[in-house]
């Protein structure tokens, strides 16, 4: 992967890719963004970059470095492990993995790179252990923290460390890519890329996901015929949500949500090209004629008081009940 592949991040992208090309990376960083928002794509491209044999800001992806790179063999990029069933990276693997292992030499190029991901999962103590090679790091060790929060950090690891935030991508670039890589269609892609929030990582596995494919039609077929609805039929409803998606109840909201926006947008504008769903523009236009502004209002603030029960550990199958019942 080279940087020109990665979609967005340009301010991360240049700061990296500056210090490739002039040789002075810093001996540490941590790279802040949600889960699967591309933390891992751009630490291998730097890693990659530093390593490789043709110097410049991209790596090659032809010489020996870059194809070990690729490979995931490389000796002189180290992805530190932790165990699977511990939330926790613990001091042991951190002095194992790091602290022991930086006093040995690259192998083979000039850097020797460690990638901790999930770094948010450090603890206290190998925190501290990790600040020993924080404070005085051989010349040739470069430390990559990937983390989806800098809130767990201590301030002394953080002042030792190079900071960069990604940010989420639009939904125009996110639409883009999934009907490019993922030849879908576009009224397809924009209800990934509204659920998928800027995270590229996520679209792609929404995209791939069929269970998506089949909640999506599900809360689609009972918003659209809310109105034929008895009391007793919304709770049934209801239930079966709870039961099929008891863990994913907040996607049910989202949908909720891209539903009644479109309803709003169409009512505004009448144009089936402005909405996410535009498969469902009939049913969309009915309801857009059916109600009115004050109800959809009132529907969306009901949605927002539902997420909020549910923070609340409300259970989501009575938090349900109530939403189908508001909105009815």
Same mark, same amino acid.
């Given at each position: 992967?080279?940087?020109?592949?990665?979609?967005?991040?340009?301010?991360?992208?240049?700061?990296?890719? %500056?210090?490739? *090309?002039?040789?002075?990376?810093?001996?540490?960083?941590?790279?802040?963004? !949600?889960?699967?928002?591309?933390?891992?794509?751009?630490?291998?491209?730097?890693?990659?970059?530093?390593?490789?044999?043709?110097?410049? #800001?991209?790596?090659?992806? &032809?010489?020996?470095?870059?194809?070990?790179?690729?490979?995931?063999?490389?000796?002189?990029?180290? /992805?530190?492990?932790?165990?699977?069933?511990?939330? !926790?990276?613990?001091?042991?693997?951190?002095?194992?993995?790091?602290? &022991?292992?930086?006093?040995? %030499?690259?192998?083979?190029?000039?850097?020797?790179?460690?990638?901790?991901?999930?770094?948010?999962?450090?603890?206290?103590?190998?925190?501290?252990?990790?600040?020993?090679?924080? &404070?005085?790091?051989?010349?040739?060790?470069?430390?990559?923290?990937?983390?989806?929060?800098?809130?767990?950090?201590?301030?002394?690891?953080?002042?030792?460390?190079?900071?960069?935030?990604?940010?989420?991508?639009?939904?125009?670039?996110?639409?883009?890519?999934?009907? =490019?890589?993922?030849?879908?269609? !576009?009224?397809?892609?924009?209800?990934?890329?509204?659920? @998928?929030?800027?995270?590229?990582?996520?679209?792609?596995?929404?995209?791939?996901? !069929?269970? $998506?494919?089949?909640? *999506?039609?599900?809360?689609?077929?009972?918003?659209?015929?809310?109105?034929?609805?008895?009391?007793?039929?919304?709770?049934? #409803?209801?239930?079966?949500?709870? +039961?099929?998606?008891? +863990? =994913?109840?907040?996607?049910? $909201? #989202?949908?909720?949500?891209?539903?009644?926006?479109?309803?709003?947008?169409?009512?505004?504008?009448?144009?089936?090209?402005?909405?996410?769903?535009? +498969?469902?523009?009939?049913?969309?236009?009915? @309801?857009?004629? /059916?109600?009115?502004? %004050?109800?959809?209002?009132?529907?969306? @603030?009901?949605?927002?008081? @539902? /997420?909020?029960?549910?923070? +609340?550990?409300?259970?989501?199958? *009575?938090?349900?009940?109530?939403?189908?019942?508001?909105? %009815?």
């Amino acid at each position: 992967m080279k940087f020109s592949d990665i979609i967005g991040q340009d301010a991360v992208k240049a700061h990296l890719q %500056r210090a490739v *090309r002039l040789k002075q990376p810093s001996q540490a960083y941590i790279l802040e963004g !949600e889960k699967l928002s591309g933390k891992k794509t751009l630490a291998n491209a730097f890693a990659a970059a530093l390593l490789c044999e043709r110097g410049g #800001d991209e790596p090659c992806g &032809e010489c020996h470095s870059c194809k070990m790179a690729a490979s995931g063999n490389h000796p002189d990029i180290i /992805r530190v492990m932790r165990e699977k069933k511990s939330n !926790e990276i613990k001091i042991g693997e951190i002095r194992t993995q790091v602290t &022991e292992d930086v006093a040995v %030499r690259p192998y083979y190029g000039p850097y020797k790179i460690y990638i901790i991901d999930e770094a948010e999962k450090i603890n206290l103590p190998s925190q501290n252990a990790l600040l020993k090679t924080l &404070e005085d790091p051989p010349a040739y060790a470069v430390l990559l923290l990937l983390a989806t929060s800098m809130d767990g950090f201590l301030q002394t690891v953080l002042s030792r460390c190079i900071k960069l935030s990604l940010t989420p991508l639009s939904d125009v670039q996110v639409t883009g890519w999934l009907m =490019r890589n993922e030849n879908m269609p !576009e009224y397809e892609a924009k209800v990934i890329s509204a659920f @998928a929030q800027g995270n590229l990582g996520k679209a792609g596995s929404l995209a791939e996901s !069929e269970d $998506f494919a089949q909640m *999506r039609q599900t809360v689609v077929e009972l918003l659209a015929h809310m109105d034929d609805r008895a009391p007793d039929q919304l709770l049934a #409803d209801a239930d079966a949500l709870d +039961e099929a998606y008891r +863990e =994913r109840m907040t996607e049910i $909201f #989202d949908f909720f949500v891209i539903w009644y926006r479109d309803v709003l947008v169409y009512k505004a504008l009448e144009k089936k090209e402005a909405l996410t769903y535009q +498969e469902d523009a009939y049913a969309i236009s009915q @309801a857009a004629r /059916r109600l009115s502004y %004050r109800k959809l209002k009132a529907n969306l @603030a009901a949605i927002a008081k @539902a /997420r909020e029960h549910l923070a +609340e550990r409300v259970g989501s199958g *009575r938090v349900m009940q109530q939403l189908l019942l508001e909105i %009815r």
